[in-house]
Every structure is written in C-alpha cells, then in structure tokens.
C-alpha cells in the first residue's frame, strides 16, 4: 500500500515551505473537493479506499497544522523540513554515480534537469552537489557573447549600402573595411595584402583617405566618410578593438549556419545533440566553446530559456585536424594536451606572455595577444565546412578561397573540402536548373511542385530555396483570402507580381473584366498633320491598354474592329502621325488585365492643316497677301479685321495670293487665311500689316551738350515717320521723325558708331551718314613727380626724362603711344604697354641736348575697345631746360698744368672765377665752404670778346705745385661769382690727377 503525505496530495512546496495559511488551506479544500469527486465515481473497492486514506490526511493537516486564529503551527514547518531531508537523500546516490563516472564539474543545465524532478529548491540541490565534493560550472550566455566593435552593426549595414550604390565604380565586392581600404586604395582585388597589414598602417591609410572624401555630399560619399570614421574610431585604434573587429567578421560569416538554426523547432533546438552539433561549428569559426555556446542560445533565439549543457564538459578544437575533443575541464585539457583525434598539441605558449593557451583561438585569453592570420584561416575553413554541410556551396567557395589565401600550406585540408564541393555542387546542379528557372519566372507554385518530386524520388533537399518558396505561397494564400471585392482583384495582381502561377489569383482575374478608361481626348497639331490622343488608365493594378483607329465616323466593335495603334501599354497617351488631312478618324480605347477587356469608349476627329509660306507685303498703293495651300485641301478663304466692327472677306475660294487696295495708311490690319477641306476648315493662320508712306533718303548729326552727353538730330521733315537711333548696331532710342532729336548719355573712354533709321513702307531706310562718337579722355602727365636730367658725357649734354602718369590709370586703357620733340609739332617715336609701364614706373627717353630751350612730350592714350586699339586725344606737357655751365679739369703733373674744359647748354661768353682746393686733413673736401677746405689756386675769372660753344683752355700751376704735392686736388666755382648772372651748375669731373 502507497505511503501519501501532505505535499504530495496538493502540490504545496516544502523546499522552501509556504507561509501562508490561507494558502494552505486552499490548497487542501481544493484537494479534498476533487478526491471526493473521485471517490464518488470510483466502481473499485481498491481504489475507494486509496482516495479515503487520502482525504484522512487532508482532515487531520487541518486539525493538526493550523492554529485557532488560522495561523500555521511549528509543526508545518517540521514537516517540510522532515520531506527535504527525504529529497536530499534521495539526491545523493545520483551524485555518487555523478563521482563513479569520473564527473566532477556539473553545469547548471544539470541542476535545471534536477529540478524537474526533485522538488528541491535550485540552492539546496548546489549546496548538495557542493557538500559532495563536485563543482559547480557557472554559465551565463549574455555574458560570454564575444565582444564586437562598437557601431559593427551599422559598419556592417553601410558597407551594404555601400554594395548597393550607384557610384561610377560600385564597390560591390566591399564586404568588410580591409576590402574597403582595397577598394579606396585602386587595388579591389588585393583584400588580403591589406588584411596583413599591421593596424597602425591601416589606420594611417584610413586618415589620408579621409581628407580627399571629406567634400563629397552625396549619398555614397557620405556612407564612404561615415566608414572611414568608424574603421578610425571603432577598429584600427588599437590591436584589441581591431581583433575584435575580425570576431566580428567571423561571427557573419556563419549567417547561413544561422538562418538554417532559426528554421529548426525549439524542441530540437533545446535537444544536446543538435545543439552540441552547432556549438561545434560555431567553434570552428575561431570562437571558444562559452563564446560559441553564447552564439548559439542567441540566433537560436533562447536567451529566455538558453540551453546549457547538462554535463560540464570543457571543449577544444584541435588548431591540426580542427577535431573538437571533450575534456573534463580546462585544467585536465592543459594536463593532458592531446587532440583526442590526431594527438597533436591543442596547447601552445604565447608569444608574448609565455602561457599555455589554446592554438585554435585568435587571440590568447591571458594577456590579451593576437594572433597572426591562422585565425582568419581558421574561421574561413570553419565556415567554408559548414556551408558544405548544409549544402550551401557557393558560400563555402567563398570562404575556401578566402582561406586558401591566408593559409596556402593548408593544401591537405582546402583539397578535401574541394572535391567535397565539386560532387555537391554536380549533384546539386542536375536539380537545382530546373528549380531555378521556375523562381527566376516566379512560378513558385511549379517550383514547390518540382522540389516534392525531388525530395520524394531522389532525396534531395534544399532547404534554403524551400523555406523561400513556402513563405511566397503562404503569403499569397494569406493575401488571397484577406481581401474581398471590390479590392480584390488588385490584391490578386500583386499576389501575381511575386507568384506567377498562384491559380486561385489567375482564376478570378479571368473572370473579372477591369473598369473603363476615361477621360479619351484627342489633342491635334494641325501644322505636324497628327493627333495625341490621351486618356485616364484606371487605378486598378495589373491594366494595361489597347488603343484602335477606324477611318470616318463609326463605332468601334472591339480590339480587332481597326487598326490596333497601342496593344498591352502602360502609356497614357498616343501621337499618331500617319494620318491624312481632311479625313475622320474614330479612335477608341481599352482596358486590359489579364487577357480581359473592358467595355471601349471613343472619340473621332480629322486635323487640318494650314496654310504656309504666308506673306503680306506692301507695294505701292496695294497690299499683296500669298500662301501655300496645304495637301488634300482644295482652297482659300482670306479675310481683313482692323478692330472695327466685323471682318470682311476679301476672297472666298482664292488659291495662291489675292491684292487689297483698300485700305489707310498708318492703321494696322489682321489678315486670316483659312485652309478649306471637303470635311471642314482649318482655324487659320494671320497675318498683320501697317501701311506706312515711303520717305526720301536722310542725314543725322551730333552735337556735344555735356560731358559725354550728345545730342543726335536728323535732317528728315517729314511727319509721322518713325526715327530709330542705334549705337554700334543696337537700338538705342526711338522718336517721331518730328520731335527732330533724341539725346545720348555714353561711358567715359568709349568709342561708338551712332546711326538712325527710318521707317519707309513697310521697311527701314538707313541714314546715309554714321557718326562716331570718342569719349576715351587721355592720361594726365604729372609733370610735378616727372623728372628732366641733363648729364655731361664726351659729346656734351645727355638728357633723360622720367614721364610719370598723374592718377589712376583707366581700366580699359593697355598702353602709350609717345614722341617728344623741340617744337610744338607732334611726333611719334616709340610705344610702351601698360604693363611695361607699370612695372618700370616711368616712361624713360634719352639722347644728346643741343642748343634748344625746351621740349615738347607728346603722349596718346591706347584704349581697347570691343576687341580693337583706340587712341584718345593728345595730350603736350612742356619742360624748359636752364642755363648750365659744366667743367672737365684734370693736373698734367710733368707740364706742370691745370687743364679745364667749358660746356654750355647756350653759347658761352664768360667764365666765373674757379678755385683750386686741398684738405687739411685726410678727410675729402665736400664744398669751397668745408672747415677742410684750403684755396691755394685762384683762376679766372675769364670774359672773351666772341660766343663759344665750348672752350678749353689751361692754367700754369708750377708756383703751387709744391703745395700740392701728394695731396688731393678739389676744383670749385666761387662761392660768390661776381662776373655773370646766368645759372650756375657745377659738374663733377670725369677724371682727377
């Protein structure tokens, strides 16, 4: 006979114990109430007497375990202590076949298992393995996630909007940032060399390559700055954020193992054997077993509910044969250090820090070390295994090529996989063409048909392009069954859109005719010979249109009754050109969805073309008007409006021309000729006229009114007549021929031809005379900041001027033309440019002075104007010269003499008194005046009874000449000349003795 107690009846916890008496109590009325609802149906002895023995227990805990007040007693709790102890013990033989199978590290998976069955609290069951001597493995899937750059989710995103833009060369091939400092860099095909780059080069290249993006603001050039941004900040900053990148990396490069474990049920997914299946694989793309057993809870979708391993095993990928090997621990793994597969090491010291670390992981977990490219190779195999697996072969192509650069001495393995994917994809490709071609023309429902018989007859599975297919035809059927009419049928053409064959879709659009179209509207360009005929499509999905022409004025039957213009368009609108003028046309329109036809509706019109070649002209007295009659019509009618009261026909049936000789002067008419056809008339076309009288033949002159202000009258007197004024060809001004003159206000430094025309019949009559107007005022010379030097050389006196322009030089002016001479006549010598003047300052002459008084400079202005060279008017400037009196001396020591030669600007009757000078020291004497100066010669002064040009003549100075002796000599004109009054200069000598 079964022993019951209390916890078992009612399900109340005893671990720990429940507190509440009214819950207790609940629980035990809710008991009872159902045994005795059993008891009462029971039939067998037996069996009423196991549910009495159960209803005593409820009656006696209600009498023994509450107090008067309702309270639970001490001995409640007693009980539940006595029914733990009972579970411990039932515990700890389980454990001990835990400990006899050498297990000693549970997970927490095992405690959840526990608890399933053993109605121990989760503390108490630890506790317990604990006291048994058993560790406990501590499992947290959110905090065993590798870590990823942060912002890897948008980098990843971008470098897909990336792929998918329109740039003149489309980065498609950018699937992470070392193919997109490839692409930059002009070398798209060179993704690995850069993959091997060190991170401080990378980052070097990312921030030359900001600058030359910076000024693009288009959409691409903003996706290329913001990636080059975060390869900068988020990646390449340092060794860890950049290994974290390529984590990273190889986390995406599983997403097709991914795709396929959301596919799976949960109940498969919690199962051990799946799940250690893809925790493996996970782990051969370069993660540890915590990371890959955190992956997997998260695409899996458990993070509510992770599945955590019940048996705290250590696994270990072999970096040799990639086997995964179980091991007790981590620490019986670096014990043993043997792939349980190849024998090989799985453990090797770090380059950096000299511990034992796992070879198959990218970077060591002691001290933070990273490896070299093994990594990467690793994680590509792993992926490239993976997709062989699940039959995604194009994908693991990828990756083994991927991997075959990174590690080419890894033949063994890259071959294997090799012939792997050669049988899968032959294999593959004898199924797969057909299937293809039904998803390329979306004929999903064939498609889902063709892919039964391959998995029924041959096997074969492609799980990728099932779910596709099934999720297409669930969605139609759901589209299709959502909607009702009116709204259907275009529910039904977008089902199509996305599945050709859906026959429910096709079905019910053969059975319903789509609306009309509205709003037909022929629009005729009578001078093309052509009618655009356009119309409003209905709004309805899926409707194209059917237009058709019949000749005359009729109804249209159907599509076939005409001539089909538009068959199955989407256009609104029809320019039809091969029509013939003067004929009807009926026109009617049709709506088309899928085969079926709307009702038509129509609409008829002819064009008309009109007259050409139309030409109105005055001769004489008369007023000729012709055209040319257009093809199919057979003649003219001409009439005349002037805006008063109705037009008059000038002719009815005309065919080429037609005269009017009635008609005034000075008043406008509107001729309209009309094209006549055998179905109608054209809208015409006009043509305006007003007569004028014929002038006679006219002068125009000018007269200057103020600063470039002119005031330009003609010679014409008859009244009435319109005067236009041009300036260079362009109308100006215009004035009755009466008024006698219109006024000019032109542009300093300007040259125009002013001309004027009369309106004479119905043409203009040109004035027999032009007029030029110059306005270009010349350069100033500034005679003040000018300068006038004369200079003594061995032909007599050299002078040289300095010409400088006063002011501002006008913008328009590119040079002068000069010439200087001694009478005021004006002479052209030379010419400077603008910019050889400016860079000089000056305008410079030379040459050899006569006896003249004064000279004249003649300077013109250049001005460009309208692509040609204009001289302004002349501008003299007189400079005097003054009465100059120059001496060369020098000492003949052997003849004992003082040599003196005399040059004037005039001719020279007198010479004043000179003096001979030495310094009483060392210095030089500087004037006759100096403290230094001492006079020991006087010579002169001289007056001769005729006029020289130039004299010489010489002293004896043997008296002085021991006086002199070694000394410098100074020769000066007294300071103070008492024989002449002209003016005075004293020339340096040429040479000194």
Known sequence: MANYELFDITGLAFDPPEIS????????????????????????????????????????????????????????????????????????????????????????????????????????????????????????????????????????????????????????????????????????????????????????????????????????????????????????????????????????????????????????????????????????????????????????????????????????????????????????????????????????????????????????????????????????????????????????????????????????????????????????????????????????????DLLLVCKTSYGFKAPELEGDIKAVLDRANAAFNSVLPPNKADKCVEILQECADYGSAIAYLKATAPHQCTGLTPYVDNAESQVVISWTKPKELGVTCFLVRKLGRVTVANVQDGIPLLEDSLETSFKDKSLTPGFLYTYAIFAKRYGVYSVGIEVCTAVYPEVTDTRVEQIGKSISISWKLPKNSLYAQVTRANGKGLPKTIVGNAQNCCVDIDFNNGERYTYRIKALYSSGMSDGVNADIMPMPVVRPFTIGETKIGENEYMISWSLTDKGTPIMVQVDGENKQTAMSEVGYVKLKFQPNEVHIVSARAQSGQSWMDSTNTLTIDTCNPCVIDKEASTFNEFVGSDGFTVKFGLKILGDIPSGVVGFSYGINTIPQPVIQSRISRKDYESAGEIKLSFVAGEEKEYFFYLYTIFMINGNEVLSKLRVQKFERQDTLAVRWWVDTRFKKLELRFIGTKPLTDIPRLGLYVSTDKNEVLSPEAPNASKVWDIGPYIYARQHSEMTDSVDIKLVLRRVKKKQLYLFFDPEPKITSKLITFREPDFLY
């Open 21 to 448: 008496g009214n819950k207790v109590k609940n629980a035990i009325d809710k008991s009872s109430t159902e045994l005795n609802g059993l008891l009462n149906s029971a039939t067998q002895e037996l069996e009423k007497s196991e549910f009495r023995r159960k209803l005593d227990i409820l009656k006696n805990a209600k009498t023994t375990y509450f107090s008067v007040n309702g309270m639970l007693t001490s001995g409640f709790t007693d009980l539940a202590k006595q029914r733990k102890n009972v579970e411990i013990e039932r515990l700890k033989p389980s454990i001990k076949l835990f400990k006899l199978s050498g297990i000693t590290e549970v997970t927490t998976g095992t405690i959840k298992a526990l608890r399933q069955g053993i109605r121990l609290a989760d503390k108490t069951i630890r506790d317990t393995f604990v006291s048994e001597g058993l560790k406990i493995a501590t499992i947290n899937v959110t905090s065993d996630m590798p870590k990823f750059p942060t912002n890897s989710e948008k980098t990843d995103k971008e470098l897909l909007g990336l792929r998918l833009a329109k740039d003149p060369n489309p980065a498609t091939h950018c699937f992470n940032l070392y193919a997109l400092v490839a692409y930059l860099q002009g070398k798209p095909d060179q993704e690995p060399v850069y993959r091997a780059k060190s991170t401080s080069d990378l980052k070097k290249i990312f921030d030359e390559i900001a600058p030359k993006i910076a000024s693009r603001n288009d959409d691409f050039g903003k996706l290329l700055q913001s990636l080059c941004a975060a390869a900068k900040t988020y990646v390449f900053m340092s060794e860890d954020s950049r290994h974290d990148y390529d984590a990273f990396l190889n986390y995406k490069k599983m997403s097709d193992l991914y795709a396929t474990i959301r596919l799976v049920p949960k109940v498969i997914l919690q199962g051990q054997r799946f799940s250690e299946m893809c925790v493996k694989r996970i782990m051969d793309g370069g993660f540890s077993d915590k990371e890959a057993l955190a992956i997997y809870n998260k695409e899996a979708g458990l993070l509510a509910d992770p599945y955590i391993p019940a048996k705290g095993t250590f696994l270990a990928k072999c970096p040799h044969c990639s086997f995964i090997s179980e091991y007790e621990s981590e620490d019986k793994a670096k014990e043993k250090n043997k792939c349980n597969n190849c024998g090989k090491p799985i453990y090797e010291n770090c380059a950096s820090c000299n511990k034992l670390a796992l070879a198959s992981l990218s970077k060591c977990p002691e001290c933070g070390f990273i490896y070299a490219n093994s990594a990467y190779f690793k994680a590509s195999i792993a992926v490239a295994e993976i997709s062989v697996a699940i039959g995604s072969f194009d994908t693991a192509v990828k990756y083994l090529k991927e991997a075959e650069m990174l590690n080419p001495n890894e033949s063994t393995k890259v071959q294997d996989i090799k012939t792997k994917i050669k049988i899968g994809l032959e294999n593959r490709e004898k199924l797969m063409e057909p299937l293809r071609q039904l998803i390329k023309s979306k004929q999903y429902q064939a498609a889902y």
